[in-house]
């Protein structure tokens, strides 16, 4: 049996997940649904863990639900991490360039060098890509990183001009990483469905929201705060496959 809660999963907030995954974890067993002991890290609470056919509970990115994972898998669920601006489970992306950068708009950024995670990120990769297209272009890749962290990274240490991080990411990274410091956000995408728990498919989804949903509840404040998390709301499958689809990188010309 695997659980992981990888997306925002880092040193400051692993304990905070722990306590989470315990409180989910003693109601799933206390309702008849076995449910693995600790998490599932590293490279493991990601495609591994999201395409396992003992998935119990994982967090997965909308992107690769809409892409890969919507046939495979049961949508539990979306975590409310309260992100400005958004509805309940809704996120958005941040454009982040360096603070001392002459350039003001997403606009400005057009021909510059574009850092992102991965290809199948929905705040990366295709909500900044869907972003662009609105104002009349595409951001050239110049960068894939492999991380949000990383990709900020690169734009503090002058290997890429702009990136798009997820909002909630962008939060922690304020927090915990003093070089993030050396940067300014530029602007934020439209909010699309936020980061989804799923399970394997034919979970029973109602009841494994149900113990996510009281688990939150009854997390102390201090752990809430951490993980900025308000909450465990619904939203529809088709919510999730109605968000753009951008092209892939390898179909944009790469900068420079």
């Keep these: 049996m695997i659980a992981a809660l990888g997306m925002y999963d880092r040193a400051e907030t692993a304990g905070a997940h722990d306590r989470l995954w315990a409180g989910i974890r003693d109601r799933l067993r206390a309702g008849g649904i ?8 590293g490279e493991g609470a990601y495609w591994p863990a999201w395409q396992a056919p003992d998935l119990v509970l994982a967090q997965t ?118 070089w993030a410091a050396r940067l300014r956000p530029v602007a934020r995408t439209a909010p699309t469905p936020g980061l989804p728990f799923i399970a394997a ?16 509840a009854e997390l102390e404040a201090e752990d809430r705060a951490l993980l900025q998390l308000r909450g465990l709301v619904r939203i529809a499958p088709e919510a999730y496959l109605a968000v753009p689809t951008p092209p892939a990188p390898g179909q944009i010309a790469r900068f420079p």
């Excluded at 498919?201 to 939150?216: H, K, L, S, V």
């Design 34 to 41: 076995a449910a693995p002991e600790g998490l599932t890290r």
């Design 61 to 178: 990115c909308g992107f690769p639900y809409r892409a890969r994972l919507k046939d495979k898998v049961t949508l539990i669920g979306t975590p409310d991490y309260g992100v400005e601006g958004c509805p309940p489970g809704h996120y958005c992306s941040v454009f982040v360039v360096r603070a001392e950068e002459a350039r003001e708009t997403v606009e400005d950024f057009r021909d510059a060098a574009f850092a992102f995670n991965e290809a199948l990120s929905q705040s990366g990769w295709a909500a900044p890509q869907t972003h662009a297209a609105g104002l009349g272009f595409r951001f050239r890749p110049a960068l894939e990183t492999g991380g949000h962290r990383l990709s900020a990274l690169a734009v503090a240490e002058g290997r890429a001009d702009i990136a798009a991080l997820d909002a909630v990411t962008w939060e922690m990274l304020r927090r915990w990483e003093p």
């Design 201 to 216: 498919a034919g979970a029973d989804g109602a009841r494994i929201f149900a113990a996510a949903e009281a688990a939150i």
